[in-house]
């Protein structure tokens, strides 16, 4: 299935691995194996351990296009229920010089994490998550690996979290015919790649609780129309937003937390520079996965 936001991710133990730590703040170009990020604190409770975490890739990073693993290591995280976020911007520049429009680019991604305590001991924080297929065309944007899934940490500890990027391929000329090419370039995209928060006591009143909203007051949110001040009357505030970057073409972004009788989901609504809704996608929290609606690009003009 082809989707615009939906993924899947695998965890390794940063500690375990013998390998040194990239520089959030300004990522070294690795030639093989993982590509590990120090995330850093945001906000600390009274102990001085860690609430809120961010993992951040300051400039584009390009990768061998061949399975990667991203890992994100956060310090010393509070005991808690968090919501864990992932928006990874990924980029498969072919070997071959095909136009953008020819070339049909595909990986699959799986999640899982783990905690460190004082002692050194592991444990897993969140079970490895099935692999999900991601396909886009033309090389010359970026797809964005994204998921948000709750996690657990049952005593203060550090977390590693990691995306692992699979099967990664092309296809030329056009669409899917003709041979799967694994060469080429892996870009990794500048952007805060993952962040841990912490939620709420179940009870209390916050944004993150999930919201009961109508499918009738879903449908009024259409991209290509609505924008920022009526989606904020119609939905309220959001739970979390993202200002984007416009440098690298990162959309401002608005995330709701929601429920229905299927369950709960997220919604994620993203916004064009004229603050009018581009994309809305409502992501169940059962599968992860969804198909997004899209603002409908407009005609083209009629040759003569």
Known sequence: ????????????????????LVSAQGAQQATGGPVILQGTCATADKSAACTSCAVTLAQDLKQPAADRALIGSCPNMAAGRYSLSIAVPVQLLPAQAEPASRTFAQLQASLEATSRDQSGGTRGALAETPAVTWSWFGPSGFVTIYQTTPVTIDRDAGVDIAVKLRNLRYFVPHRTQGPAHDDGELVLGKAELISLERLPAPGSADLGTPREFSAETLAAVVPGRTTEKQVEALLGKPWRTDAGDED????????????????????????????????????????HTAIPTVAKAPASPTKP
């Not at 993924?7 to 040194?20: E, K, N, Q, S, Y």
């Not at 959309?251 to 993203?270: F, N, V």
């Not at 064009?272 to 169940?284: C, E, F, H, N």
């Open 1 to 20: 299935m082809v989707s615009v936001r939906n993924f899947a991710l695998f965890l390794i133990g940063a500690a375990a691995l013998g390998v040194p």
């Open 248 to 287: 690298e073409a990162i959309p401002e972004s608005w995330d709701y937390r929601g429920k229905d009788a299927s369950g709960t989901y997220q919604l994620h609504i993203e916004f064009d520079a004229r603050g009018t809704t581009s994309l809305i996608v409502k992501v169940p929290d059962k599968t």
